[in-house]
């Protein structure tokens, strides 16, 4: 495990001293404070628009944060050949991948936190603060963004980082399609079953981001999801995250097991 | 290939165990996914027409039906031309890539296994380490990973950086640290965990005269430590002063291996006569001769092939006044056997 958690530690401590990042979260805080100007143009309460543009912001960088790493950190030890130095210590190619994933996740949580303080002091700017809803809508979009990691990491296991790239972000559009995609197979209105059975294994077999997708109009009960946003709800949704990571990281290692590593 | 036996009468001594031991190590890359677009990526002057007859992926056989064994203790060279297949060798030594056919084993065990990697330090070549890490913070992650004990780390990450000449730069990112210091680091993180059995791929290169001494000294060191050292390399003096038993791979395949002195010919090549304050009578004989003579400065150096008697020329000189500074009979070295080798392929 003390392994692991160095190959975490040194990866946490690259990503720290990564400029790309803090040039991400530069542009997520200024989004987060450009919705108090949105605001003040609402017709009705600002808050619910600042709610919005803020989870709107944090979901929107943290995906691509999230992409960014999964796609170039791997990828990174591969090209510079550090992995030359990693792989001949006495550890397994898993424990190198465990190292590598849990030292992005805890990146992700940095940023994630770095970016939700912000929100949180822009609403208590306007007296409405932290709430159970908005922490539940947080966690949702971190279980989402580690989805998207390992599906990113997976797809770099692949091919090259820019490839990946941009396959994560069509797999994060299609993902949060997927409600729409169960609903086009069900109905029958494509008039081709071959296309209903297609859009159904895709609803199966993509990751469905639909599950995870929160807005700030949750937090006023008009959301499309309906009343479900329970704590319930969350676990369910991370333990779909949790279960799908999984596959994706058993993927990649059985993509990097017996991978010549020239 | 077996070693090359030695002396007949010689009484068979115990081998010591076999630490690294190749069976028909093969390995073949696979050149591109669809051969004629990756050809014509690499090179387009390259892309004919008869290329769209190809179907098959091209293949590169990096290393061919390679067999042989270092033992405990000793100090193994692998030598070869660039592109020859020492650094793939190694490679799969590590686990870093896997044959195509045959096998390797260290200490009896089929590679890579984690337990056997805690006997193994490893230097790869030209290294490339995290940048943005400290001297210190790096053998600390080094360490780590090797499951080497806080307090021995504690202890152990001085010492070692001291032993590489490195106790200046401890402080230092190792972005600012030259290819010569990269090599020492490399050399400091491959011991950390005091392994059993050295990998070392062109510890040498990069290094200047002084540098090329200190690492020469530190794997002389090592076997007196009863360590097994096996390293590649292009720089045959060093070669030649350090090694137990070299193995010579040319194009893939093994073609010559063991002992520096059973496989370097006693026989006398060439005899070198030395002459200063020499009349151009001497140089006319030489050229007569169709030896091959240079003057340089106010020495002239007669190359005297095989074991020709050099009498007639030192009599020549000295009668015509000339001095003698040295006559040396010179026998076959590490270097002529290396291009001998490489040239036969």
Not at chain 1, 87 to 92: A, E, G, M, S
């Given at each position: 495990m003390d392994r692991i958690l160095a190959i975490a530690g040194n990866t946490l401590r690259e990503t720290n001293r990564n400029r790309v990042m803090y040039v991400l979260l530069l542009f997520a805080v200024l989004m987060i404070l450009g919705s108090v100007t949105m605001g003040k143009l609402a017709?009705?309460?600002?808050v619910i628009l600042i709610k919005d543009l803020g989870l709107a912001a944090i979901s929107l960088f943290g995906m691509i944060i999230a992409v960014y790493l999964g796609v170039t950190v791997v990828h990174r030890e591969l090209e510079q050949k550090t992995v030359y130095f990693i792989?001949?210590?006495?550890?397994?190619r898993t424990e190198f991948l465990l190292g590598k994933f849990l030292g992005m996740c805890a990146t992700l949580v940095i940023q994630i936190t770095v970016m939700s303080s912000v929100f949180f002091m822009v609403l208590m700017a306007y007296g409405a603060g932290a709430s159970v809803v908005l922490l539940k809508a947080l966690v949702l979009t971190l279980a989402e963004m580690l989805v998207i990691l390992s599906v990113a990491l997976f797809l770099s296991s692949l091919t090259g980082p820019i490839l990946a790239g941009f396959l994560s972000l069509a797999l994060f559009v299609l993902g949060r399609s997927s409600e729409f995609m169960r609903q086009l197979a069900t109905s029958g209105k494509t008039g081709w079953s071959a296309m209903d059975s297609l859009l159904n294994g895709a609803y199966y077999v993509l990751p469905d981001f639909h599950l995870f997708a929160v807005s700030g109009a949750i937090t006023q009960r008009?959301?499309?999801?309906?009343?479900?946003?329970t704590w319930g709800y969350v676990g369910y949704a991370c333990g779909y995250g949790a279960l799908y990571i999984t596959i994706m990281l058993g993927l990649t290692m059985l993509r990097l097991r017996r991978k010549d590593l020239v | 290939m077996a070693d090359k036996k030695s002396k007949p009468e010689a009484k068979p001594e115990a081998k010591p165990e076999a630490v690294i031991r190749a069976t028909g190590l093969c390995k073949t890359f696979v050149v591109g996914f669809i051969p004629v677009a990756k050809l014509a990526r690499r090179d387009a002057r390259e892309v004919r027409p008869e290329l769209d007859q190809k179907v098959l992926p091209r293949q590169v056989e990096?290393?061919?039906q390679l067999s042989f064994e270092v033992r405990a203790g000793e100090i193994f060279g692998l030598l070869g031309p660039n592109g020859s297949g020492k650094t793939t060798t190694i490679k799969m030594m590590m686990g870093l890539i896997f044959p195509t056919a045959g096998k390797i084993e260290l200490f009896g065990e089929t590679v890579p296994n984690v337990a056997v990697k805690r006997r193994v330090g490893y230097l790869p070549e030209n290294p490339t380490f995290y940048d943005y890490l400290r001297a210190d913070e790096f053998l600390e992650l080094s360490a780590r990973l090797c499951g080497v004990d806080k307090k021995i780390r504690r202890a152990r990450i001085p010492r070692l950086l001291e032993r590489v000449g490195l106790t200046e730069a401890l402080n230092r990112p190792l972005r600012k640290f030259s290819k010569g210091m990269l090599q020492r680091i490399g050399l400091a993180q491959a011991l950390i965990h005091d392994p059993d059995l050295v990998v070392l791929d062109?510890?040498?290169?990069?290094?200047d005269p002084l540098g090329r001494k200190d690492v020469r000294d530190l794997i002389s060191e090592l076997r007196s430590q009863g360590k097994t050292v096996i390293f590649s390399s292009h720089i045959l003096s060093d070669v030649e002063m350090i090694c137990d038993r070299v193995g010579i791979v040319v194009r893939g395949e093994l073609r010559d291996i063991g002992k520096l002195d059973e496989l370097l010919s006693a026989r006398v090549t060439e005899t070198e006569v030395v002459l200063e304050e020499t009349p151009a009578s001497v140089m006319d004989m030489a050229r007569e001769k169709g030896w091959s003579a240079l003057q340089k400065g106010d020495r002239l150096r007669i190359r005297l092939p095989g074991?020709?008697?050099p009498g007639e020329i030192l009599r020549k000189a000295l009668d015509d006044g000339a001095r003698v500074v040295s006559v040396v009979p010179l026998t076959e070295s590490l270097e002529d056997l290396f291009v001998r080798e490489a040239r036969k392929a």
């Open positions: 017709l009705r309460d600002p792989i001949p210590k006495p550890l397994h008009v959301s499309i999801h309906g009343n479900f946003f | 990096a290393v061919r062109e510890p040498l290169s990069g290094l074991e020709t008697d």
